[in-house]
């Protein structure tokens, strides 16, 4: 009898042993990295400040990234040169919000003149600027501020730019749909806890179910 009891109890403490396990690999899982769901918002602001009269739709980070996963090291041709021209960082965080961020971001890239040897073309800007060079980031022979006005990618060349920073049918092209917010993070601690005391009540239960031994 005496022996059965301390199998039930080493069954118990074998169960309990591994619920904490999987709640500890449940609770240190790192989850992947997400882009910042405020920056395609904050583009679109600045776009449409910086070129009046032109509808810009609200990007995904394919704007400039490779993928929709967005993220450092994975920048399409223009991310990048927004990114490191004309000094590097030029695109890091600050304390006025993304908004901000990116609107000085962009100003400060189309402000500044290609230094020699990278890709670029002439630009008419409007008054008061002048006629210059500019990014092209692309290397197509357009610059990047010319074909954002004609809402042409200034990451791909040629006509397989033509049209593609705001394609007509979006749903299509889903990547450069509206951007939904992103799910909130699980919350790893409460679930933690709360497995452990479902499992906790079940240990519980099997004890009071158990005959008593005399």
């Not at 009891?5 to 992947?32: E, H, M, N």
């Not at 890709?119 to 022979?141: E, H, I, M, N």
């Not at 049918?169 to 005391?197: I, K, N, S």
């Amino acid at each position: 009898m005496m022996h059965e009891s301390k199998s039930r109890i080493y069954r118990i403490r074998v169960s309990l042993g591994l619920a904490l396990v999987v709640g500890l690999a449940t609770f240190g899982a790192v989850s992947p990295a997400r882009a910042s769901s405020a920056f395609p918002a904050a583009l679109q602001k600045a776009l449409t400040k910086k070129f009046p009269g032109v509808t810009f739709c609200v990007p995904t980070c394919v704007a400039c990234h490779l993928t929709t996963a967005g993220g450092p090291g994975n920048l399409n041709k223009f991310g990048d040169n927004l990114y490191h021209q004309p000094t590097f960082p030029n695109l890091l965080p600050g304390n006025g919000g993304a908004d901000d961020h990116v609107q000085k971001a962009l100003d400060t890239y189309f402000a500044a003149t290609p230094a020699s040897g990278l890709p670029q073309a002439l630009t008419a800007f409007p008054p008061p600027d002048v006629t210059r060079q500019s990014y092209d980031a692309d290397s197509d022979g357009i610059s990047d501020y010319d074909e954002l006005a004609r809402l042409d990618s200034p990451s791909l060349p040629g006509a397989e730019g033509v049209a593609a920073f705001c394609p007509s049918d979006a749903a299509t092209y889903g990547c450069f749909a509206r951007v939904a917010a992103a799910p909130p993070p699980a919350d790893r601690v409460g679930l933690f806890a709360a497995g452990l005391a479902a499992l906790g009540l079940a240990v519980l239960r099997r004890r009071k179910r158990a005959p008593r031994v005399s």
